[in-house]
């Protein structure tokens, strides 16, 4: 299917294909096998997405409906010194359990609006979410298997597989210290109910602030291991140009010239008005949005609305904390009937800041330019 990167990226009704999942809300569909569907902007006017509206991402197809009683975690490793096995039951009794409000971001996440287009799925705006997860800590739950001195990286595999055996298995490793990360989870409950289906039941990782490609889902084998894991992908998917972006390290995974995509970068989307939509020119126009980085947390956002003239701050709405996205919205005064140009800009409380246009990248990850949305008023 073919989107337009304009209309991609901001939700333009034009070419998309509507479509629910079983238990989901209809939502705009990328492809039906293996499942990949997002989110339509006017959901994300909650400060959590609701599940049934939560966007769903799979490389594979196999996807099994995994059963409670047979489902086990398997821990190991070569550098795991007592490899165990966990049951649902024995993860959510053993250990202290935890909740975090976090921003599950699709790494690849408006693609669609990269000029000139970049393969993969041509991602609007709505690969993204925010929920409060619920589970343990993943360091309280490898402190148990014992991690040797030799422990460089602990990779994690989901019960999904490909179709073909030649696909390869989405297996994902993180650095040692990040899979200690005190708020490193894996998750048995989003928003309050036991994580859906498509979401990884029973278990999945949650990693604050990295992109969601390491939130592994339907989690089946953690291992913890001494030499850099080289699966597909780690060693080919999902890398960025090094040095381009200003992201956290890996420093097992990296090249001379690339890396693994981590940290979130600073960004924001405004939630309404609609692109392309008409109001009436009233006194005050209200202006909604949403905005997060990779876990410093968003100090400012600020808009503009003669095409990047003059900006005004906008008004930050409750913070759920640093992982979280956080809403914002500002009231407008709108001089004139006619086009109209919206940009936001957010600023995290590192300083960093949303650039004027995206960073490119070869297979399209992090768009974070600010965005700019026309509104007619009549
Ligand atoms: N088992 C499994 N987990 C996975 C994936 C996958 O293909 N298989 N995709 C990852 C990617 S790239 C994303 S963006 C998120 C999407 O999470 P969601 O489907 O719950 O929104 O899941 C991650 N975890
Ligand atoms: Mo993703």
């Keep these: 299917m073919q989107r337009s990167g304009l209309a991609a990226a901001t939700g333009g009704e034009e070419a998309t294909i509507l479509d629910a999942l079983p238990g989901k809300e209809v939502l705009i569909k990328q492809t039906y096998r293996p499942p990949n569907y997002e989110t339509p902007i006017n959901y994300f006017d909650a400060p959590f997405t609701p599940n049934k509206r939560f966007f769903v991402r799979y490389h594979n197809a196999v996807i099994p409906e995994v059963k409670t009683s047979e489902w086990r975690l398997r821990i190991g490793g070569d550098a795991a010194r007592m490899p165990m096995e966990l049951s649902l039951e024995q993860l959510r009794k053993d250990f202290e359990q935890v909740e975090i409000a976090a ?7 408006r693609r669609g609006a990269f000029e000139p287009p970049v393969p993969g799925l041509q991602w609007g705006s ?3 979410g925010n929920a409060r997860w619920r589970g343990v800590r993943l360091k309280d739950v490898l402190a148990g298997a014992g991690i040797d001195k030799s422990a460089l990286e602990v ?8 179709v073909h055996k030649t696909t390869p298995d989405f297996v994902k490793s993180l650095p040692l210290a990040k899979a200690l990360d005190e708020n490193t989870l894996i998750a048995f409950e989003m928003n309050g109910e036991p994580l859906p289906h498509w979401h990884g ?15 592994i889902k339907h989690l089946t084998a953690v291992n913890v291991i001494s030499k850099p894991f080289d699966g597909f992908w780690m060693k080919t998917a999902y890398r960025i140009p090094k040095d381009r972006f200003p992201s ?9 010239a690339d890396m693994p995509i981590t940290e979130i970068v600073v960004n924001s989307l405004i939630t309404s008005p609609a692109n392309g939509q008409t109001l009436p020119n009233a006194k005050s126009i209200e ?4 905005a997060w980085d990779g876990g410093n947390g968003i100090a400012r ?10 900006w005004q701050q906008a008004t930050l709405k409750q913070d759920y904390g640093r992982f979280s996205w956080r809403q914002w919205h500002w009231v407008f005064e709108p001089k004139r009937p006619g086009a109209c140009r919206i940009m936001a800009r957010a600023t995290s409380h590192s300083g960093a800041s949303q650039p004027l246009e995206p960073i490119l990248n070869p297979s399209g990850y992090h768009h974070n330019a600010v965005q ?3 509104i007619q008023l009549v």
Excluded: H
Excluded at 287 to 290: E, L, M, P
């Design 126 to 128: 709505g690969a993204m």
């Design 372 to 374: 700019k949305i026309t």
């Design 155 to 162: 990779s994690l595999d989901g019960a999904d597989s490909g």
């Design 287 to 290: 202006i909604n949005g949403v």
């Design 248 to 256: 956290g390290q890996f420093s097992s995974q990296e090249t001379a």
């Design 201 to 215: 039941f029973p278990t999945r990782l949650i990693i604050p602030g990295w992109t969601a490609t390491y939130w």
């Design 103 to 109: 921003l599950c971001l699709c790494s690849g996440n």
């Design 301 to 310: 956002v600020d808009v503009s609305t003669d095409g990047g003239s003059n």
